[in-house]
T-cell receptor
Framework: KAGVTQTPRYLIKTRGQQVTLSCSPI?????VSWYQQTPGQGLQFLFE???????NKGNFPGRFSGRQFSNSRSEMNVSTLELGDSALYLC??????????????FGPGTRLTVL | DAKTTQPTSMDCAEGRAANLPCNHS???????VYWYRQIHSQGPQYIIH???NNETNEMASLIITEDRKSSTLILPHATLRDTAVYYC??????????FGKGTRLSVIA
């Protein structure tokens, strides 16, 4: 079974631009979570989507948004990029049921550099 | 707030068992102990999880103390490809994961 895929793998943008990242979950998984990972802050939760609805949200500004499609694929968008948005953006998929054994599986990440 | 305490770094000789400890004294009754590893800026890789019984899969074994306040991940025969940062985290499944600083394991030939 194919794993979580993320595109693009690397991205360079300049301040003020916007960016869209894509995530395809493992087949059969209905939940997609997005995380930001930086050396200083570590892994931080952005938001989770399940059945095309945002089910949970972390503490990030409104410049960060996401959506999920009917096939469970998800995109996240960052508008008005800032230098501090440079990070590894990770997508994790899971089956989506509310159970303690619903394991999240991560994709390879998108490395975003903002100049 | 840190939910776990792990050694900053550990070394292990290739072919030997690597034992990685984790303290999670504030774990809730409905939380499992999950272990992930991350190899140099790749996405974290799921390893194993458990509630209170010891668990084993093709990658590793997990030993959880009876009071559930700590656990040990065991890689039975470490290889150079096991060099990574290892994270343990309590999780109630499909809830936001919180990683601490993790343990940087270096497997030495």
């Amino acid at each position: 079974k194919a794993g979580v895929t993320q595109t693009p793998r690397y991205l360079i943008k300049t301040r003020g631009q916007q960016v869209t990242l894509s995530c395809s979950p493992i087949s059969g998984h209905r939940s997609v979570s997005w995380y930001q990972q930086t050396p200083g802050q570590g892994l931080q939760f952005l938001f989770e989507y399940f059945s095309e609805t945002q089910r949970n949200k972390g503490n990030f500004p409104g410049r960060f948004s996401g959506r999920q499609f009917s096939n469970s694929r998800s995109e996240m968008n960052v508008s008005t990029l800032e230098l501090g948005d440079s990070a590894l953006y990770l997508c994790a998929s899971s089956l989506g049921y509310r159970g303690a054994t619903d394991t999240q599986y991560f994709g390879p990440g998108t490395r975003l550099t903002v100049l | 707030d840190a939910k776990t305490t792990q050694p900053t770094s550990m070394d292990c000789a290739e072919g030997r068992a690597a034992n990685l400890p984790c303290n999670h004294s504030t774990i809730s009754g409905n939380e499992y102990v999950y272990w992930y590893r991350q190899i140099h800026s790749q996405g974290p890789q799921y390893i194993i999880h458990g509630l209170k019984n010891n668990e084993t899969n093709e990658m590793a074994s997990l030993i959880i103390t009876e009071d559930r306040k700590s656990s040990t991940l065991i890689l039975p025969h470490a290889t150079l490809r096991d060099t990574a940062v290892y994270y343990c985290t309590p999780s109630a499944g499909n809830t936001p994961l919180v990683f601490g600083k993790g343990t940087r394991l270096s497997v030495i030939a």
